[in-house]
C-alpha cells in the first residue's frame, strides 16, 4: 500500500502562516488528493482538494485562507495555511479522494496566542 509522510506542523500564534507537505510513496499523478484534518474529540473532516485534471476545491471554513497545491514530480502536496485561527488547531494528514493510501501520522498544527 501507499505511505505517505506529512511534515510542516507547528505551534503559531493566530494570523500566522504555515506550509503542511504530503509525500507519497509513489506518484500521485493520477490521483485527486485531499488533505483532512481531526480536531480533539471531533471526526476527521475534509480541508481541501486537487484534483488529477481541474480545479480545487475547499471547505467552507478554510476558504480564501488556504491554499492547496501539488508537485507530481515530487510525488507531493501542499497546503498553505494562511491566518491562522484557534479553530484550525488539529492534526492535518493527507490521502487520495478515495483514502485509496495507507493513512500517515499526521502534523500536529496548534494554534494559540
Known amino acids: 500500500q501507499v505511505q505517505v509522510v506529512e511534515s510542516g506542523g507547528g505551534l503559531v500564534q493566530p494570523g500566522e502562516s504555515l506550509r503542511l507537505s504530503c509525500t507519497a510513496s509513489r506518484s500521485i499523478r493520477l490521483y485527486d488528493m485531499v488533505w483532512y484534518r481531526q480536531a480533539p474529540g471531533r471526526q476527521r473532516e475534509f480541508v481541501a482538494s486537487i484534483p488529477a485534471f481541474g480545479f480545487s476545491d475547499y471547505a467552507t471554513s478554510v476558504q480564501g485562507r488556504f491554499r492547496i497545491s501539488r508537485d507530481n514530480a515530487k510525488n507531493t502536496i501542499f497546503l498553505q495555511l494562511d491566518n491562522l485561527k484557534p479553530e484550525d488547531t488539529a492534526v492535518y494528514s493527507c490521502?487520495?479522494?478515495?483514502?485509496?493510501?495507507?493513512w500517515g501520522q499526521g502534523t500536529q498544527v496548534t494554534v494559540s496566542s
Open positions: 490521502n487520495t479522494r478515495k483514502t485509496s493510501f495507507a
